[in-house]
């Protein structure tokens, strides 16, 4: 990937329908761009993220009439719900979140220009673009023109030049409660026209990477690839990544936890950094499984680095493990691979278990970092702090050797720090002292 002229990565990547609570497929492009940022902001890149709110949306319309709501209000609902829900996955906000209801002048003066240069048709306050107007239509999605379904409605279609023509602007039709005018009357814009208004609006054209799951690349991507080429006489965009989908299978989930697909609640029963793994154990491209065995295999993963991290120093790390923090780098620069990343991580981890001297932390806390598990390496809250599992496990060590003035010794020392030891059927556990 190299950077635009200005020294920027800049990331546009499509967020949300905001018309429900969202589920945890919808997360998936969230976690795998902002990681994208992140990884890109600590290898030196001046790397920036955009992540769309589409606000204005026939599934909209159609969730908020039986609900009795204002569509504008259901928006607005679902807008912070999913702000609070991906605020739950720790990972930041990204630099911009723009709202297609906030960029209508933009989306207005970009169909003009459709219209001017002939890309463009009006039709009973309907505006369309004209494939037939753009040679290129077809090179993202390289489908046959004949197996092309734009899946819009009748009415579209019978005032369409053309079938595979796709609406730019939509007259207000009756029960639809939001309009905004425009040359040809009031009415809202279509889907993928937002984007590429939102896109321009915050990136510039030609930006370096448009995301997205890969069930938008026809015909949502398809159409904001042409839209901006057509009115820009540019490509909208150097590369394409799409994220393969999490496959939500009601079946491999278990009857006790219920299908815990929305966001909130998967945070709620599996935890954030989990979630987080469990989204790092595949490579971005690929689709995933959401079901227990993996949401099991992500939660013993995040066990497994916390109990190493209790023997882990504070400071750098020993020379074997700059290999691996190598290797680690090497798998994100190749295409993202954060499953291979995630085998290096595991790698240091099994090292500094085996070793008999202390570890320095500072490799595994970079790499923890890239992938916002960092605070793997903190005690989780009410833990005692690593130091003073080291001490219990010393005063374990001189209780089992017989050496039982160091092991008083040790449990005084601990007391002083605040914590009591108490011996319990698994074992010696700490307290916080009275
Ligand atoms: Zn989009």
Redesign the pocket.
């Known amino acids: 990937m190299s950077p635009g002229p200005d020294g920027r990565i800049r990331i ?1 990547a ?2 949300p329908t905001v018309y429900a609570r969202i589920h945890v497929g919808n997360a998936r492009p969230f976690v795998v761009f902002s990681l994208l940022r992140r990884y890109l902001l600590h290898v030196g890149y001046d790397a920036v993220l955009v992540v ?1 709110v ?1 606000d204005i949306n026939d599934k909209i319309y159609a969730a908020a009439q039986p609900a009795g709501t204002p569509s504008a209000e259901l928006a607005r609902q679902m807008t912070a719900a999913y702000v609070a829900d991906t605020d739950g996955l720790g990972l930041g906000r990204p630099d911009h979140e723009p709202l297609a209801s906030e960029t209508i002048g933009e989306i207005v003066a970009l169909i003009e220009v459709l219209i001017e240069r002939g890309h463009a048709y009006e039709a009973a306050g309907d505006v369309y673009f004209s494939v037939s107007s753009y040679p290129d239509y077809g090179g993202l999605s390289h489908q046959r023109i004949e197996d092309m379904d734009q899946g819009e409605g009748p009415d579209e279609e019978a005032l369409k030049r053309h079938p595979r023509d796709f609406a730019l602007w939509k007259a207000q039709k009756p029960g639809e409660d939001t309009a905004w005018d425009a040359p040809w009357g009031r009415g809202r814009p279509g ?2 026209i ?2 590429s208004a ?2 321009e609006k915050l990136l510039g054209v030609g930006f370096e990477i448009h995301g ?1 799951g890969s069930d ?1 690349v026809f015909p ?2 398809e159409n ?1 690839a042409a839209q901006t080429a057509a009115a820009r006489g540019q490509p909208l965009v150097k590369v394409w990544m799409h994220n393969g989908m999490v496959r939500l299978d009601e079946g491999k989930m278990s009857k006790s936890t219920g299908n815990l697909f929305l966001l909130h609640e998967a945070l709620a029963a599996y935890g954030r950094d989990a979630l987080i793994m469990y989204f790092c154990a595949g490579h971005y491209r690929q689709p995933v499984d959401f079901d227990e065995g993996r949401l099991e295999e992500a939660r013993a993963q995040v066990r497994r680095v916390r109990d190493a991290a209790r023997r882990l120093v504070t400071g750098p790390s020993p020379e074997w493990s700059g290999p691996l923090r190598e290797r680690f780098l090497a798998a994100l620069a190749e295409d993202f691979n954060t499953p291979s990343a995630l085998a290096a991580v595991f790698d240091w981890v099994r090292e500094a278990n085996r070793s008999d001297s202390p570890v320095g932390a500072d490799d595994l806390r970079e790499m923890l970092g890239v992938l916002a598990l960092e605070n793997l390496l903190e005690a989780p809250a009410g833990e005692a702090p690593a130091e003073v599992q080291e001490l219990l496990r010393r005063r374990e060590e001189a209780r089992r050797a017989g050496d039982y003035a160091r092991s008083d010794a040790l449990r005084d020392e601990l007391r002083a720090r605040g914590w009591e030891v108490r011996d319990g059927p698994d074992g010696p556990e700490l307290v916080p002292a009275e």
């Open positions: 546009y499509c967020g769309n589409t889907w993928h937002e984007c939102m896109a997205g938008l949502h991507h904001e």
